[in-house]
């Protein structure tokens, strides 16, 4: 059975996987529609840049994120200067880190379901005088349903099971920044399988669960 010890890197997980999602969907909203319509030069660089995590090294990136958000580095040096406390090490910094790993995953479904959508509803909406926020929120968000929500999915599953970047970013510190993945590696390397298969098999459980529903979900809506 597992204790209470064992449970607080679930709980902790949980917590960075909900608020890296909120932040994630808020951020990635006006950046997928930018993407999605602009006929900007700089949309083929950028969408490669949103990309990037899916190619890099998880330990490259956090590598880059632990100078980014250290007490030098261009983010980290102005936070603790303002705040007297750092990045590194901290739950900040694992929100931080997820955010810039799980990009893509948020970015390009909403960017697809964007696109979907296309000119014609918005064009509608404009004619009737609808403002373009309204337009967005009224017709816009509904039509995009199912990105969002796969989008959604994608982002909080994905940070349930961030291991490299969270690790150089955050450490392993017990009920600050033990995530569940690094908690399951500890376990392995003590050789305590019994518990790595608890923790293990509860996390493909519901990762499987989730996307599950989903998929169910989105095939319901289609007929």
Avoid: C
Avoid at 23 to 46: D, F, I
Avoid at 86 to 109: M, N
Avoid at 201 to 219: D, E, K, P
Wanted: aromatic letters at 10%.
């Amino acid at each position: 059975m597992l204790n209470a010890i064992d449970l607080a890197p679930v709980w902790l997980t949980l917590q960075l996987a909900t608020v890296t999602t909120v932040v994630l969907l808020l951020l990635g909203t006006p950046l997928a529609w930018w993407l999605a319509h602009t006929g900007s030069r700089w949309r083929t660089p950028l969408e490669a840049v949103v990309a990037l995590p899916l190619v890099l090294p998880p330990t490259v990136l956090g590598f880059y994120l632990l100078i980014l958000l250290g007490p030098e580095g261009w983010l980290g040096g102005p936070w603790q200067g303002m705040t007297g406390s750092p990045l590194t090490f901290t739950f900040s910094g694992l929100v931080i880190a997820s955010v810039f790993y799980s990009l893509p995953f948020v970015v390009q479904p909403l960017q697809g379901a964007f696109t979907n959508v296309g000119r014609k509803p918005l064009e509608s909406a404009w004619s009737l005088g609808a403002r373009p926020l309204d337009t967005f929120v009224t017709v816009v968000m509904p039509l995009a349903r199912r990105g969002y929500i796969m989008a959604a999915v994608l982002g909080f599953t994905h940070t349930l099971g961030e291991f490299g970047v969270v690790l150089m970013v955050g450490g392993s510190i017990p009920g600050k920044t033990q995530v569940l993945s690094i908690a399951i590696f500890e376990r392995v390397e003590v050789m305590d399988y019994a518990t790595a298969h608890l923790l293990s098999i509860g996390l493909l459980g519901f990762t499987f669960v989730v996307l599950l529903l989903v998929y169910g979900m989105q095939r319901g809506e289609r007929r």
